[in-house]
């Protein structure tokens, strides 16, 4: 369980996904991964804007945006565009040379998503979902598992593994944070490499981990003040990867604006995890 945290990875794969301004890989050795992006598919103008404004900071890196935010607080809640406009227009974000990550809720999802995306994530809250898991792990797409925040990173070994069974060993695990009472989350780094001794690159999700689930009424609050702290607490572990949504204007955000990253302060936190991860990998 210790190893991870010293200076002797046990991740057992590089995973490679290529982009315009170069490859971003997800492994022990490696440069930081970071994954980042809107939360949902706004328009398609937003999100253009969004990963050119980011990778103009970022360099290469996985743009992420869902077509569907189909685990909404309350039914006024904003979803996105749906399946088909929403994979057309990641396509088209695709095709200016980003590396893609988006959502899928149903089994029946995966085939089309992934023939528009680099990287299928499976959402914290579905991530013991057999048949999800395995559709996805079938397209032979990079799979990304959201740790549900009612799961021991231990027993996410059984997510990975189902997976797995179809022959793909493409797998990274994201950590969200664990429910903490109601209407928060709290974070424990131990996670962090008892996740990363299951053999798979792990990623830490700074800005969902920062979440109030459903504690602004009818949608989820936020502390994006603890987005830096975490991050960096999370980097120094010896993670692979950083996941952060990122948004021009939170305030204006039609989903999870509470918890995002703002835009200009990208740079900044980047700095920050980036020296740590160097520090961390190459002492």
């Given at each position: 369980?210790?190893?991870v945290c010293?200076?002797s990875?046990?991740t057992r794969?590089?995973?490679?996904?290529?982009?315009?301004?170069?490859?971003?890989?997800?492994?022990?050795?490696?440069?930081?991964?970071l994954?980042?992006?809107?939360?949902?598919?706004?328009?398609?103008?937003?999100?253009?804007?969004?990963?050119?404004?980011?990778g103009?900071?970022?360099?290469?890196?996985?743009?992420?945006?869902?077509?569907?935010?189909?685990?909404?607080?309350?039914?006024?809640?904003?979803r996105?565009?749906?399946?088909?406009?929403?994979?057309?227009i990641?396509?088209?974000?695709?095709?200016?040379?980003?590396?893609?990550?988006?959502d899928?809720h149903?089994?029946?999802?995966?085939?089309?998503?992934?023939?528009?995306?680099d990287?299928?994530?499976?959402?914290?809250?579905?991530?013991?979902?057999?048949?999800?898991l395995?559709a996805?792990?079938r397209?032979?797409?990079?799979?990304?598992?959201?740790?549900?925040?009612?799961v021991a990173p231990l027993?996410?070994?059984?997510?990975?593994?189902?997976?797995?069974?179809?022959?793909?060993?493409?797998?990274?695990?994201?950590e969200?944070?664990?429910?903490?009472?109601?209407?928060?989350l709290?974070?424990?780094?131990?996670?962090?490499?008892?996740?990363?001794?299951?053999?798979?690159?792990?990623?830490?999700?700074?800005?969902?981990s920062?979440?109030?689930?459903?504690?602004?009424?009818?949608?989820?609050?936020g502390q994006?003040?603890?987005?830096?702290?975490?991050?960096?607490?999370?980097?120094?572990?010896?993670?692979q990867?950083?996941?952060?949504e990122?948004?021009?204007?939170?305030?204006?955000?039609?989903?999870?604006?509470?918890?995002?990253?703002?835009?200009?302060?990208?740079?900044?936190?980047?700095?920050?995890?980036?020296?740590?991860?160097t520090?961390?990998?190459y002492?």
């Amino acid at each position: 369980m210790s190893r991870v945290c010293s200076k002797s990875p046990s991740t057992r794969v590089v995973i490679e996904v290529g982009t315009g301004a170069g490859p971003v890989r997800f492994g022990p050795g490696e440069e930081l991964a970071l994954i980042a992006g809107p939360c949902v598919i706004e328009s398609e103008e937003h999100v253009h804007k969004m990963a050119a404004a980011i990778g103009k900071i970022a360099g290469a890196f996985v743009f992420k945006a869902s077509f569907d935010k189909a685990n909404r607080t309350s039914l006024q809640g904003f979803r996105g565009p749906g399946i088909v406009e929403g994979l057309r227009i990641l396509e088209g974000v695709r095709a200016a040379g980003y590396a893609m990550l988006t959502d899928i809720h149903e089994p029946a999802q995966a085939e089309a998503a992934a023939r528009a995306v680099d990287i299928l994530q499976i959402p914290a809250f579905l991530c013991r979902q057999t048949d999800l898991l395995i559709a996805a792990g079938r397209t032979g797409k990079i799979v990304n598992i959201k740790k549900g925040q009612f799961v021991a990173p231990l027993d996410m070994r059984h997510a990975a593994d189902k997976v797995a069974s179809t022959g793909n060993d493409k797998v990274i695990l994201t950590e969200r944070g664990s429910s903490f009472g109601y209407n928060n989350l709290v974070v424990d780094m131990r996670g962090l490499c008892i996740m990363s001794e299951l053999g798979w690159p792990v990623v830490f999700d700074a800005t969902h981990s920062v979440q109030l689930p459903s504690g602004a009424g009818g949608s989820s609050g936020g502390q994006p003040q603890f987005i830096a702290p975490l991050a960096s607490a999370a980097v120094a572990t010896g993670i692979q990867g950083l996941f952060v949504e990122v948004h021009d204007a939170p305030e204006r955000a039609l989903s999870d604006g509470a918890n995002a990253l703002r835009l200009d302060r990208l740079g900044e936190l980047l700095d920050r995890v980036r020296l740590i991860h160097t520090v961390v990998q190459y002492e």
